[in-house]
């Protein structure tokens, strides 16, 4: 591929989809709607959560943070994905793919944690309903989300760091979108068996450990659901339980397919997409499906209409 001539001899070259053009003006067009809803959708719902007394519980707490975090974690990638789509400049200077990398990296592993607390949530929702709000106190409900945030940022500052500290001896080529752990330590000149085996570890940490939890979860919850007899009730946790559900199939299902394949298909065509699904695909999903399954927020959204509308 031809690079653009004011390359800096220092900045990375994030090759992405240039080998495939014409599929790079499709999806700078669906990157850029999907990027718009994400914003409009998560905003939505930290506004939603936040004016409706209604919605002041610990389970739309979390939704909060997941929003939350969803629009940081696409602003840190989606910005940079469009501006190499659009033209041939497909560069990003080592100080933006550092920023990138752990913002990103970061984000992504709180994202795991969260997801698994939200879990636990819905368990004593289901589970133990009348000790709900003895159990999910306000404060004990912050003390899981900085757990949650603390969790991401201390596997960023390990990962991260021993990532940007391997010698590359020149190799500034990424066969990826983004700077990425799997897509960096491939760019290094020296063995990096320690690494694979650390990104190994942090994988089974914060994705296999939390995917274990949540489907502990969800069995303990399929067990109480399966004891209700009423059509009613059956419904409600249903209702409560599937919208985080189909949440977590989207991000672990993608994000563990990257981070768990064998070493040889980083950066290959399917990664890359899959990559793309849960970067820029689940986030923007993540809204719409708590919105259109989830009849608290639907009546949430109607009263606040209803406010404006009298004033």
């Known amino acids: 591929m031809e690079q653009n001539n004011e390359t800096s001899e220092g900045d990375f070259i994030l090759l992405g989809f240039s080998d495939q053009p014409q599929v790079e ?16 959708g998560n905003t939505a719902i930290i506004v939603l959560s936040c004016l409706d007394p209604k919605l002041h ?3 739309y707490f979390f939704l909060t943070n997941l929003s939350f975090l969803d629009l ?24 933006g793919c550092a920023i990138q990398l752990y913002v990103s990296l970061s984000l992504g592993s709180t994202e795991c944690v969260l997801l698994t607390i939200m879990a636990f949530d819905r368990y004593v929702a289901v589970c133990r309903p009348l000790n709900y709000i ?35 001896c020149g190799h500034r080529h990424l066969h990826h979108f983004l700077c990425e752990v799997p897509a960096m330590i491939k760019l290094a000149c020296v063995d990096i068996h320690a690494n694979e085996v650390q990104l190994f570890v942090a ?35 249903l209702g409560t339980c ?15 397919a990257i981070y768990i394949q064998p070493k040889r298909s980083y950066g290959h065509s399917q990664g890359k997409f899959l990559t793309l699904f849960y970067t820029v695909v689940t986030p923007t999903l993540n809204p719409l499906i708590y919105t259109l399954r989830n009849k608290d927020v639907k009546g949430a ?11």
């Not at 940081?72 to 100080?95: D, E, H, M, R, Y």
């Not at 502990?216 to 009730?233: L, P, R, T």
């Not at 959204?301 to 004033?311: A, D, K, V």
Request: charged share 10%.
């Open 203 to 237: 994988t089974l940490v914060l994705l296999l450990f939390p995917m274990a939890l949540i489907l502990v979860s969800y069995g303990f919850i399929v067990k109480a659901v399966i004891k209700i007899k009423s059509v009613k009730a059956w419904q409600k946790a």
């Open 25 to 40: 003006v499709i999806l700078f067009v669906l990157v850029l709607i999907s990027y718009l809803l994400t914003l409009v």
């Open 57 to 59: 519980t610990p389970m």
């Open 134 to 168: 003895s159990v999910m106190p306000p404060s004990f409900c912050k003390a899981l989300a900085g757990l949650a945030w603390l969790s991401g940022i201390g596997n960023t500052l390990i990962q991260g760091t021993l990532t940007l500290r391997l010698p590359r």
């Open 72 to 95: 940081c974690f696409t602003t840190s990638i989606v910005p940079q994905l469009l501006w190499n789509l659009k033209g041939p400049a497909k560069t990003i200077t080592p100080t």
């Open 242 to 256: 599937g919208s985080h559900l189909l949440v977590v199939s989207l991000f672990f299902g993608s994000s563990s």
């Open 301 to 311: 959204l109607r009263r606040l209409l209803r406010r404006e509308q009298n004033s």
